[in-house]
Structure formats: C-alpha cells, structure tokens
T-cell receptor, first 113, second 113 residues
Framework: DAGVIQSPRHEVTEMGQEVTLRCKPI?????LFWYRQTMMRGLELLIY????????DSGMPEDRFSAKMPNASFSTLKIQPSEPRDSAVYFC???????????FGQGTRLTVV | AQSVTQLGSHVSVSEGALVLLRCNYS??????LFWYVQYPNQGLQLLLK??????LVKGINGFEAEFKKSETSFHLTKPSAHMSDAAEYFC???????????FGKGNQVVVIP
C-alpha cells in the first residue's frame, strides 16, 4: 500500500477563500483522523471517523471547519472562510482495528495570507 | 481521558552519547503508548509502541523504551546518538479500543558532532 495520501502538499490561499484538504487512507483501515500541527499548540486532534462516521469532532476549532468521509477511501477537511490563524500543517492519519497505531500522511502545509 | 507530558522542548546530545527523552502519561485505563519521530517536512513515523505485552520495547533505528507503571513513564532511549537522529520526537497515548492518540508537545533533538 502507498500509505496515507494527502493532497495538496502545500496550499497558499487568501483570507476569506475556501480551502479543501484531501485524504486517502490506507485500504482496510476503519479509523481516520485529522490533526493540526502548529508551533504554539503542537499536534491537535480535530476530528476522527470510524467506519466513515464522525465519532468526535470536539477538536474542530469553529464552524468554519467541516470534515466529511463519503466513503472508506476518501475524506476532506474544508475551511470556509479561511483566516490567517488557520495557517498550519494538517495531517491525516488512519488506523486499523482497536488500540493500534495511527499511520500518518505527509501533511498539507496551509498558508493563509 | 489520556494525556502525556514531555519536558524540555529542545534536547541537545553529542554524537555517540546517550539519547534520553522522557515521557510521563496519565490514563484512567490501561494505556497503549507510542513514540513517533518526525523529520523536517515529513509526516510522523512510528518508532515503537507498547500494547501491554513486554514492558521493554525495541523499535527502529536502535531506539527502545520501557513502560513503568509505578512511575507512569515511557522514556525513550538510544545508547549512541547518530547525526541522522536529529528530528522531533513525540510521545503519544491511547486507550485500548480507541485508536485516538493524545500527543505530547514533542522534543526537538539536536545532535552535536
């Protein structure tokens, strides 16, 4: 398997624009996580899915953020409208069964100017 | 809820010297514990994990960690640092039955020639 695939790797956008980050998890994994990494706050869990169903979105910072998982092989994280404080590296990770490790993608570095 | 504490954001070690990164956890249920490594502009890669089997866990690149329940610790060690060990290291915890990981703030390791 190619691992967790995220796109794009880098995104630069203007404040107020909509941003969509994409993730393809490892085939067969039933958990999918979205994390955000910043210097100030470290790695934060935004939301996670189990079998395509959102389980906990308490980490989503505000209503401007939304995430979907329409099928087992694809998820999106959308920010609308984007703000400069959303600038961060966003990681997608997937995991299989219970209590195992998460496998991370390469991340999307988002810059909002 | 689970959490981990990593002290000392930056750790400098001489090439050939012992690497020791400390991690203490808090968990209301038996934990699963992980160490991940992140190289610049990369995702997180699993170094090793503890999942209630042997308390001394060996990982990749010569790293190992020991689970000590009495001390609620899971410190990471490597006997002899190599220049290629320069990276950021994260300790993480989850509960059995839940792949959700809670990460520490990370340790940026600098290896001095």
């Amino acid at each position: 398997d190619a691992g967790v695939i995220q796109s794009p790797r880098h995104e630069v956008t203007e404040m107020g624009q909509e941003v969509t980050l994409r993730c393809k998890p490892i085939s067969g994994h039933d958990y999918l996580f979205w994390y955000r990494q910043t210097m100030m706050r470290g790695l934060e869990l935004l939301i996670y899915f189990n079998n395509n169903v959102p389980i906990d979105d308490s980490g989503m910072p505000e209503d401007r953020f939304s995430a979907k998982m329409p099928n087992a092989s694809f998820s999106t994280l959308k920010i609308q409208p984007s703000e400069p404080r959303d600038s961060a590296v966003y990681f997608c990770a997937s995991g299989a069964t219970q209590g195992t490790e998460a496998f991370f993608g390469q991340g999307t570095r988002l810059t909002v100017v | 809820a689970q959490s981990v504490t990593q002290l000392g954001s930056h750790v400098s070690v001489s090439e050939g010297a012992l690497v020791l990164l400390r991690c203490n956890y808090s968990s209301s249920v038996p934990p699963y514990l992980f160490w991940y490594v992140q190289y610049p502009n990369q995702g997180l890669q699993l170094l090793l994990k503890y999942t209630s089997a042997a308390t001394l866990v060996k990982g990749i690149n010569g790293f190992e960690a020991e689970f000590k329940k009495s001390e609620t610790s899971f410190h990471l060690t490597k006997p002899s640092a190599h220049m290629s060990d320069a990276a950021e290291y994260f300790c993480a915890v989850s509960a059995y039955g839940n792949n959700r990981l809670a990460f520490g703030k990370g340790n940026q390791v600098v290896v001095i020639p």
